[in-house]
């Protein structure tokens, strides 16, 4: 397995245009992450699924942002009418479900929006 | 909410210097602890993890216990190397398992020669 692997690595987008990234997890697991994170902080939660059920989303998150993943396989996630202030890398990571398991990160798919 | 305070970086050592990066938490119940790494250029990567009381992750020389009575997940390495320089990050997951990984800001550490 090579691990969780994101496409595109890099997205450059007109402000107003939709953008959509997807990731593909470790295939043995059933949990699915997306994360966005800016310069100098964190990962910022956005969305998990279980299987194909989109179990949690964050308050933070805005209704241009949606996530599917069917089958329970790779996930996507769709951006509609970009703002600048998405400019961000998204990071997807990808676990088994469980207490302390570990979360495994793609590299990330860097969006910046001009 | 669950969160994670993470000591501000950015944080410069001289080679075999002692490293600390505090970590502090604010969670429900027994959360699980993890220290995740960012070398340049590469993704996140799990550096050790805890999920009791007491318990000490350790890896690649480094390690943190897990203080409920002080809430806290403090990394400590005794020697660090030029190797080490990168991004380090503090995460909390819940205890029911249920709730994904909470992270702290990070901090950048640059190990000199």
């Known amino acids: 397995d090579t691990g969780v692997s994101q496409n595109p690595r890099h997205k450059i987008t007109k402000r107003g245009q939709n953008v959509t990234f997807r990731c593909d997890p470790i295939s043995e697991h059933n949990r699915l992450y997306w994360y966005r994170q800016t310069l100098g902080q964190g990962p910022e939660f956005l969305t998990y699924?279980?299987?194909?059920?989109?179990?949690?989303k964050s308050r933070l998150l805005s209704d241009r942002f949606s996530a599917e993943r069917p089958k329970g396989s790779f996930s996507t996630l769709e951006i509609q009418r970009t703002e600048q202030g998405d400019s961000a890398m998204y990071l997807c990571?990808?676990?088994?479900?469980?207490?302390?398991?570990?979360?495994?990160f793609g590299q990330g798919t860097r969006l910046t929006v001009v | 909410g669950n969160s994670v305070t993470q000591m501000e970086g950015p944080v410069t050592l001289s080679e075999e210097a002692f490293l600390t990066i505090n970590c502090t938490y604010t969670?429900?119940?027994?959360?699980?602890l993890f220290w995740y790494v960012q070398y340049p250029g590469e993704g996140l990567q799990l550096l050790l993890k805890?999920?009791?009381?007491?318990d000490k992750g350790s890896n690649k020389g480094f390690e943190a216990t897990y203080r409920k009575e002080t809430t806290s997940f403090h990394l400590e390495k005794g020697s660090v190397q030029v190797s080490d320089s990168a991004v380090y990050f503090c995460?909390?997951?819940?205890?029911?398992?249920?709730?994904?990984?909470?992270f702290g800001k990070g901090t950048r550490l640059s190990v000199i020669a």
């Open positions: 969670a429900t119940g027994y959360p699980s």
């Open positions: 995460a909390l997951s819940g205890s029911s398992g249920n709730t994904p990984l909470v």
């Open positions: 990571a990808s676990s088994f479900e469980g207490v302390g398991t570990e979360a495994f």
């Open positions: 699924f279980q299987n194909e059920a989109q179990l949690e």
């Open positions: 805890a999920t009791k009381a007491d």
